[in-house]
C-alpha cells in the first residue's frame, strides 16, 4: 500500500479533476500468520494480507456516497471516488453524515516500534511444545481440539479534504489453549486460556500452558447443583462477554434508533451498585495494539460510563454526537453506515464493599468463569438472559466444577445488585477488569 501522504496527493488530484470538492477516506493494511496443531502435527498455517479503503464523498447537495475498494494506486482511488461522487446523488438527505469536529483535533503518534514476525516453523514449534505440556499436565486430558498462535502487523490512516491526516501501526502476537478430556464413564470436561502481548518473544505462553491444565483439572470432579438463587462471582471475560452482550446501553446510535436499554434522559441516572465504574479506554496501558483514532479521524479517549454506579456517557461517533447536543468520543467505524462500538472496556472499584468477599471464605457461592450461546441465550433489548456456563461451586476455598447449570436474569437489576468488585484487575481481549460478585442471581441446575 502507498503511504498516506502519496494517497492524499493522488486523491486530491483525482478529486480535483472530477469535481469533488469534499471527501475522506479510511484506510488499512493487515498482514497476518496464525498456526493450529494437532496431535502432535501441524494442522493448519493461514497467512492473511488484507487491504482496503473506504471513500465517502459529498455532493453540492450535501449528501453522502459511500464505496470501498483494496485499490489504491492513483486509477484505483479515481474510480473509487468517482463511484463514491455518482453514489451521492442517491444519499440519505436527513441526518447525512459530516467530518468529524476534532479530525484535525492534534494526538499523540500512533505508530509504535513493531516487533519482528516470526518465521511460521517458529510459530508451529512454540504451538506443539504448548500442547505436548498441555497433554502431559494430567492422563485424563487426552486433546487440545482448539488452538491457535497467531501474530499480526497492521497500519490504518485518515485523510479528507479538509487537511486532516492521521496514521499508526501496531503489532501483536496471541496464543489460545482449549483442551478437553476423555475418562471412562465420565463427561468430557473442557477448559481454556488466552494470552496477548507485542510480539512471540514476550508472549506468556507458559502461563497459558498452566492456566489451561490448572483449569481443566479442576473440572474433572464435577457435580449436578440444587436449582436456587445463589451469591455469584464472575471472572473478568465472564463479566465483559456480558457487557458487550449489553453494549447498546452505551451507544448512542442504539439509542436514537430506539433499540437499547437506555434513553437520551437517562443520563446522570444510577442504574448499577455505586461500587461499580466502567469507562471505554482506548488508550489503556493493557491493551496491546491501542488505536489513537477511530474511522472518522477523532481521536480515542478515556469515557466515563458509569461512575459510581451513575450512568455518566454515551459512545458517540460525530453524527450521533451533533444529534445529541454531545462531542464524539472515537467510537465511529465507517461503511456504508457509520456505527458505534465500544474499544476497551475498564471496569473497576469505585469504593470498598461493606463487607469483606473472598473465595477462600465464602459458602455455597457459584464462580462462572465462562458464559456460553451468549448469541442465543441474550434478549438485548428487553434486558434478560439466560445461558449456560463453566464454572464452580466454591465452598471455604473447595471448588467443585458445576456439571451443567444455567443463570439467568435480568441484565440492568445484575449492574444493581453487585455486591463486590474486587481489586485486582485481569486483562482479556476485550478489556480490563476484575472478579465481581452479584448478590442472588438464578443458577438451574438439577
Known sequence: ??????????????????????????????????????????????????????????????????????????????????????????GVKENTPDFSPEAKTAIANGTHAKASPAEVSSLIDSLLIAEKEVLAGHQAIKGVPYNSLSQKDFERFYLNSDGAMRAESHSFASIFLYSKTEEEGRKPRSAGAFRISQGLENLDINGCIQETIEKTISHLNYRKIPTG?????????????????????????????????????????????????????????????????????????????????????????AGTAKRMNAQPTGNANIGAKVTVSPNFYHVFASAAPEREFSLDTAENIVFIDDLQALHAG??????????????????????????????????????????????????TPGGVCPRIWVEGLSITGE
Not at 493522488?10 to 479510511?26: L, P, Q, T
Not at 438463587?229 to 458487550?244: E, I, P, R, T, W
Not at 437520551?264 to 496491546?288: F, M, R
Not at 464454572?391 to 471448588?399: A, F, N, P, Q, T
Open 1 to 90: 500500500m502507498p503511504n498516506i501522504q502519496e494517497i492524499a496527493a493522488s486523491a486530491k488530484e483525482s478529486a480535483e479533476k472530477i469535481g469533488i470538492a469534499k471527501f475522506d477516506i479510511y484506510g488499512s493494511i493487515v498482514d497476518s500468520t496464525s498456526v493450529q496443531v494437532d496431535q502432535g502435527e501441524p494442522k493448519q498455517v493461514k497467512a492473511n494480507n488484507l487491504s482496503g479503503v473506504t471513500v465517502r464523498v459529498w455532493n453540492d447537495n450535501n449528501t453522502m456516497g459511500v464505496t470501498s475498494t483494496t485499490d489504491v494506486d492513483p486509477k484505483g482511488l479515481e474510480l473509487a471516488l468517482k463511484t463514491a461522487f455518482e453514489a451521492s446523488a442517491f
Open 229 to 317: 438463587k445463589y451469591l455469584v462471582v464472575f471472572s473478568a471475560d465472564a463479566f465483559l462477554s456480558l457487557l458487550g452482550a449489553f453494549s447498546n446501553l452505551f451507544n448512542a446510535q442504539s439509542i436514537l434508533d430506539k433499540q437499547s436499554l437506555s434513553t437520551p434522559d437517562d443520563l446522570g441516572k444510577e442504574i448499577a451498585s455505586p461500587l461499580l465504574s466502567l469507562y471505554d479506554d482506548a488508550l489503556h496501558p493493557a491493551n496491546i495494539g491501542a488505536e489513537t483514532f477511530d474511522g472518522e479521524g477523532t481521536p480515542t479517549r478515556q469515557v466515563s460510563l458509569i461512575e459510581n454506579g451513575v450512568l455518566k456517557n454515551f459512545l458517540h461517533s
Open 378 to 427: 441474550v434478549k438485548s433489548l428487553q434486558g434478560s438472559f439466560s445461558l449456560p456456563f463453566d464454572g464452580w461451586l466454591i465452598d471455604k476455598g473447595e471448588k467443585t466444577s458445576v456439571d451443567s447449570a444455567v443463570v439467568a436474569g435480568d441484565f440492568l437489576q445484575l449492574l444493581k445488585s453487585i455486591v463486590c468488585v474486587e481489586k485486582e484487575p485481569e486483562l
